[in-house]
């Protein structure tokens, strides 16, 4: 069929050809043809690609997303940005095909939640079936069940790059099914950080690692990961500098190279590669984590597990951090607070801060959390 609409084409456009009489006859048919040979084959192309998304448009939405969008476009993220995608999707997929585009072992505990009951999930619809109004009910089904507004736009923004990926490979043709889906307008809780007194009461009974890395994102506005993934050999508390990676690590600093993100160890990338001044206050506090008999080499973590891995900051929010912040009537506590405090109490206590802290934190013994068998 397609092929008889091109034969015919061709004799009509062949017919519509016009000859210079004043040049050899054999040069013009040749130019002709070679004229004639690239607008058939640019309309081959053309009616291929429409074709073809056609075809590809019958794919299902989990297929789509376990064979292209997974593997293609989220795996080379960062394990944050992969994590994002993965905590979204589980709006549009079931717990099920959620594991298979991650390739997560149904035998990893709390790998991926349960399904949420009456949920419109995309598995079996065909990505040439999805419309606005089933990209709405989702967002509105989020928004019913007390999912914040920010939620609901970050589910939106992932379909809406789901889509504009399947079109650009030619899995998809037609308008971007999330165009016309609107959203209620967001309001921003406002930052909240931590007083001079909460944060005291904080350290005063946190134990280790909790109450160290809280110190430390408290005074160095370091990220939750880069403190976890801090290496001995990153931190140089002495007065004299020392080589590091063919440069030097300048005296009293700390070396900002690597993170741990929810179990995955790698490099920050180029914009949070720094070096940072090491407060006073805390090097009292790593020499002494430094006395450890074991996990002080300089490929250690400085915050290590019983295994030596890097600790989690996710198992230390729920189990250590959730916990201070319900005995102190806190329980918006995060790691993202400590953050903000060091610059809401440096500006108001200046140097001054330092010297409050110190009375709470007891930099003359451990911390009675740190296991006894690696100091």
């Not at 009974?205 to 990153?234: D, S």
Request: hydrophobic share 40%; proline share 6%; with cysteine.
């Amino acid at each position: 069929m397609a092929t008889d609409r091109m034969y015919a084409r061709a004799i009509g456009l062949f017919s519509e050809l016009e000859f210079n009489h004043s040049e050899p006859a054999a040069l013009q048919i040749a130019g002709s043809r070679s004229a004639l040979s690239r607008i058939l084959d640019a309309e081959s192309r053309e009616e291929k690609t429409s074709v073809d998304a056609s075809v590809h448009a019958r794919m299902t939405v989990a297929e789509y997303i376990e064979s292209s969008f997974v593997p293609e476009y989220i795996a080379p993220k960062t394990s944050t940005g992969r994590m994002h995608f993965q905590s979204i999707l589980k709006f549009v997929l079931t717990p099920g095909a959620v594991r298979r585009a991650f390739g997560i072992d149904a035998q990893t505990p709390k790998s991926v939640a349960d399904p949420f009951p009456n949920w419109p999930y995309m598995d079996s619809t065909a990505l040439r079936d999805v419309t606005p109004d089933l990209v709405a009910q989702v967002i509105s089904e989020a928004l019913d069940r007390g999912y914040s507004v920010q939620t609901a736009t970050h589910i939106r923004n992932v379909i809406r790059t789901m889509f504009a990926r399947a079109a650009e490979k030619h899995l998809f043709s037609g308008e971007n099914p999330t165009v016309a889906v609107t959203l209620p307008r967001m309001v921003r809780k406002p930052a909240r950080q931590l007083t001079l007194d909460q944060l005291q009461r904080i350290l005063q009974i946190a134990q280790y690692p909790e109450r160290e890395v809280a110190l430390m994102a408290t005074l160095t506005r370091m990220n939750v990961a880069e403190i976890c993934g801090l290496q001995w050999k990153h931190v140089n508390a002495s007065d004299l500098r020392r080589p590091l990676d063919g440069d030097w690590l300048e005296a009293r600093t700390i070396a900002v190279r690597m993170q741990s993100c929810r179990g995955e160890f790698g490099p920050v990338i180029a914009k949070r590669r720094r070096d940072l001044r090491l407060p006073d206050l805390l090097i009292p506090v790593l020499s002494l984590l430094r006395t450890r008999t074991r996990f002080s080499a300089s490929d250690d973590f400085v915050f290590a597990s019983r295994s030596g891995s890097p600790v989690n900051q996710d198992n230390l929010a729920m189990r250590k951090l959730k916990v201070i912040g319900e005995a102190l009537d806190l329980p918006w506590l995060s790691w993202h607070a400590f953050r903000r405090t060091h610059e809401h109490l440096f500006a108001q206590l200046g140097r001054q801060l330092h010297t409050e802290l110190r009375s709470s934190i007891l930099v003359d013994r451990p911390s009675p959390g740190i296991p006894l068998s690696t100091i």
